[in-house]
């Protein structure tokens, strides 16, 4: 029988929001019905429908907030929601404060049948903002009182038994995944031709362009690409660090060859006409836009870095080089740029890798046997 599954995300654009909304299509698909239970509707979800169904989460404003408390205001709903269509089970994605909200919300419905709660932890949930000393009492807090904790790598699993001093049995991996019919290389001469018009090869980089990030990187990356061989850079997304990019790309001399497109819904056609992607971060605990790109047969030059490894196999889907080194990643971008046969190559072996490490049917019976193993547990 399909399961009555709650969905807390962020609905900004991030990757876990993705995950989130990713997860929710491919379980609708199996026959369960997903209650998304968010400040708006998150992010790549752009249907909803009879077992797709969307609970808006409305902090009231009120003079005497300063923040209105989005945090109760998400337990409020999600015991609602949990009372109203009887859920079996809460997923929320990222720690903060999603679990903790998840446990107010069951503690609000004490008198009912218990809710289960599962928590995927993603990244800077754990490896910044968690391990804030602020924030990492009510973060294990959030971790402990799950009765899942699930992460998107084994780097972020031994991170987090580390940081906040839990043993690692409590957390199991499900690393993130792409459905390889939806993410794959198709033909686009019109949108190559616009972003390539003298047949430029074309470097991407796919981002909410905050700090951690590292854009500029990409900037100067590419500026040394350009040097040796035709290319353009595409800067795809948005955040606080693109004006200091743009003011980088002019003192530089190289904006000419830049185009900040913004943040796109359709990011397949844009993986679909890259030659290479860049993901030059200064930590990253999986990097799901190297594995969509992947996916999309683009070779990925990443940093050495958190779950980066277990995503970018060195030397065969891509490189990677130490965080910071512009020389060694220009180094390798211009090896793979220079080569259509190793371009094509490593292209192909990324899908395959993406394929058959992280696609929907090798991830989604992971996420399903979890939820049951979590439900019989709670029974
Ligand atoms: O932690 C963040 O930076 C936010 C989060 C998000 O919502 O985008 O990103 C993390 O989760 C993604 C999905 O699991 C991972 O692919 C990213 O690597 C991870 N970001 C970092 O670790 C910086």
Redesign the pocket.
Known sequence: MGLNIGITC?STY??????GSELGRELAKRGHTVHFICSALPTRLTELGENILFHEVEPTHYPLFEYPPYDLALAVKMSEVATEVKLDLLHVH?AIPHSISAFLARELNNDLSYLPIVTTL????I?LVGADRSYLPITRFGILKSDGVTA?SSYLLKETCQVFDIGCDKISVIP?FIDPNYYYRRQNEQLRNKLAPNGEKLVVHVS?F?P?KRITDCIRIFAAIQNKVKARLIMVGDGPEKAQGEWLARQMGVSKNICFVGKQPGIVDYLSVADLLLLT?E??????SALEAMACEVPVIASNV??LPEVVADGESGYLAEVGDIEGMAKYAIKILSSDNLQRKMGQFARQIAIENFSTEKIMPLYLDYYNKILEKAL
């Open positions: 962020y991030g990757g876990s929001g993705i995950v990222y993603h990244g800077t949930d490896t998107v993130n909410n905050r951690v971060s930590t990253e605990s999986f990097g799901l958190g779950g």
